[in-house]
């Protein structure tokens, strides 16, 4: 793991060092994803290998490894924590987390405190979402919460389902969610902007938005609606904190602001009381609770990543969280354009540059994700960019065309900079 | 939390101890059930408080507050692990648990290798379950576990939902889990023992049982019939090993097992590789994985726990982990008992002796919960209990009757102390 703290302060020359030195790095990164074939629909995550790798330092071998840029995976950040040392360790006791209860005192009587006082204090300190008078629900993740909305916002004794829309492209993930145990209480509709009944219905509102990093709004209009905002990606390194938002319900999570994926934290920010209790109920109901070792792991994390502003005379060779988040984010989306920019082959969204009230700084959204296009006669684009290796999330799972991808910006930055030299190839070669 | 180390020692000399003395340690753990008044459906819970208490050591104060055993928080558990000292601590430094992926080669690929092992190692250790040729797979708490086996078991094509039966008194959080999203895919249909039809149907095979502690087997012996196993009690500190089980989906808990119910891990063991792999789909669908963080301390006290049978060498002052527990049941369960006894207001049930294969003592189940009947003129014990500040769960809530509660008995000492002592009061007046 070494590997990434090595070349961190070398990233400029690291982008004309040739592909050949790059290789012994790419294979052992690309062996930890190897070993057999393997294929889950949910996160469609495919990791393909045709033989084991046994550590030949061969360019030819390299590139006839797969990429995964699939899914979300947000080891990007391993650098930057590797970096922090011993400031963000956490030591549990063998007596701890016994009992089920965190506070008793909280509807919510499963959030450790310090974990809701780390979520205060940051969105204060960022600026992105309002914190009085709202609850804080903690959740395995935000996708638990997502659930635990939908449960809270529609009423058990309706005689259909509640329609559950989102504008296209839409996180593949909601339509997976929303059917998988064909529930009476709600169901997948699809397409918000095609979506016009009278009838009561939940729009989700994802922003930026997941897979194409625009900035939204809802789009239904209709009188009997309810908002679920998903603002996973609405944090300072991936785009300009232009309002302060106070939404009904604001879904977050750690896996997309600080990168721990694996801790399975996210949090709602629940504007009115019984919808968070009904929430605090289903979260209940389906897990008795949420690890209490994984929030205050993300309350240490948090609380560093204030403290990194609040307190920099304790960081004086490491940035600040976001402020690296944010350089980091806006070189990979330069190297990729450029790789674009190489020919035809590709399109990419283009962003509004806003000013963030947080950094003070002028700049466009530069998503976790990057939504491709590909042009000219490449009508399905994720068997082309397959076919060279690079496995990606094909347009049609997010309601979209299949002449578009998804893919993840947020990997480890030898992946990154392979995939970039692979796409650079292929767009320079005008294909097919 | 320092004052159940401090009682260790002198737990025989406590039971003898006035209730003038300890009225200051009830009065300490009342309070941290304190300050509103709340209750939640799934679990029950329900903690009732007129005011704040500030601390004063007066014992009618003490007798006004009320006792919460409605639910098995495992608080019983933290003495021990507070004599474990360090050797149960977890050091988790601020860059683990970024990617969402533990094992990509296998298929449960959010299973931490070091869990997975020490699953393996204890099972083979106590001798109560087959793992040979089993699949695991990790959940947020059996729970989670739980909802996947149902995916994973009820065709998603079928015209109607499958029938979901367990023979009462059953586990209350069946009915309330089963039905909260209204599935398509499956129906809660109440007691097995009334179930007769010739339809699918899946039979929940809970032993120990909860809440009656009875060892247990399948009782519909339909043809259509598929079984789930829930053994989150059938370890050696609640009732005799006489057999290494090899049921097709059984399920754990370190909540019941160790005692570390805010860890929130639980364990399959699935001997079909394909059901397997759609609980796993579940767990991706519903939460993407599971705390990598919890798996980490779960594994770190499992082996620990295995640790004190097979390197007894570093544990000189401690006791092996369930021989601990068996003495802690045998106790508590020997006071309650004798507090019955003393009239015929209360009864409880008889459990055959039967010989450990673990421990190689001869002992009768000594379960988590007790399954107290009110007798004579107490028609609805849980209103009786309660008049009485005990919080206990009515047997309605179990499929039984409105006789029966459910009790805790894996609470703090003190708290368990200060119940037997009120409910041999009860038993003695022969009330009403």
Redesign the interface.
């Known amino acids: 793991?070494m590997r990434n703290q090595k070349f961190m302060p070398a990233i400029k020359h690291l982008l004309v060092i040739s592909i050949a030195i790059n290789a012994g790095l790419v294979l052992k990164l690309l062996h930890?994803?190897?070993?057999?074939e393997?294929a889950?629909?949910?996160?469609n995550?495919v990791?393909v290998a045709k033989d084991v790798f046994h550590g030949v330092q061969n360019l030819s071998r390299a590139t006839d490894q797969y990429i995964n840029l699939d899914?979300g995976?947000?080891?990007m950040?391993?650098v930057y924590?590797?970096q922090?040392g011993?400031?963000?360790?956490?030591?549990?006791?063998?007596?701890?987390?016994?009992?089920?209860?965190?506070d008793?005192?909280n509807?919510c009587?499963f959030l450790e405190p310090s974990f809701a006082n780390a979520v205060t204090r940051l969105h204060n300190l960022v600026g992105n979402a309002q914190t009085r008078s709202y609850h804080i629900v903690v959740g395995?993740?935000s996708?638990?919460l997502f659930?635990a909305a939908l449960?809270a916002l529609c009423p058990?004794n309706a005689p259909e389902p509640m329609s559950i829309v989102s504008a296209a492209p839409f996180y593949s993930?909601y339509p997976?969610?929303i059917d998988?145990?064909?529930?009476?209480?709600y169901k997948w509709k699809g397409d918000a902007s095609k979506f016009n009944k009278g009838e009561p219905y939940i729009e989700l509102v994802t922003s930026p938005n997941n897979p194409d990093g625009s900035i939204r709004q809802a789009v239904v209009n209709g009188s009997g609606g309810i908002l679920v905002h998903d603002l996973a990606y609405y944090w300072p390194q991936y785009t300009p904190i232009s309002f302060q938002a106070d939404h009904d319900i604001m879904l977050f999570t750690v896996?997309k602001s600080t990168?721990?994926?694996?801790?399975?934290?996210g949090w709602a920010l629940v504007k009115d009381k019984e919808v968070a209790k009904k929430m605090?109920?289903?979260i209940?109901?389906?897990?008795?609770?949420?690890?209490?070792?994984?929030q205050l792991?993300a309350a240490?994390?948090l609380d560093?990543i204030a403290d990194t502003y609040e307190h920099t005379e304790k960081f004086d060779k490491v940035k600040p969280f976001f402020h690296y988040g944010n350089n980091e984010m806006a070189r990979r989306w330069k190297q990729l354009r450029s790789a674009v920019n190489k020919g035809q082959t590709f399109s990419l969204p283009d962003f509004p540059v806003e000013k963030c009230n947080f950094s003070g700084q002028r700049f466009g959204t530069q998503p976790a994700f990057a939504w491709l296009k590909c042009e000219k006669a490449v009508n399905d684009c994720e068997s082309f960019l397959r076919k060279h290796k690079i496995l990606t999330r094909s347009g049609t799972q997010f309601g979209s065309s299949k002449r578009y991808v998804r893919i993840s910006l947020i990997s480890h930055k030898e992946e990154y900079d392979e995939f970039i030299q692979r796409l650079s190839l292929l767009s320079s070669m005008d294909t097919p």
Chains 1, 2 share one sequence.
Request: glycine share 10%.
């Open positions: 793991m930890d994803n190897n070993g057999h393997w889950t629909n949910g996160m995550e990791r899914h995976d947000p080891t950040y391993e924590w590797k922090m011993d400031r963000t360790t956490l030591v549990l006791s063998g007596w701890q987390s016994i009992s089920y209860f965190s008793t005192k509807h009587w395995t993740g996708t638990q659930q449960y058990s993930s997976l969610i998988c145990l064909k529930s009476g209480l896996s990168g721990h994926a694996g801790i399975r934290i605090t109920k289903f209940e109901i389906s897990s008795i609770g949420v690890s209490k070792d994984s792991r240490k994390i560093v």
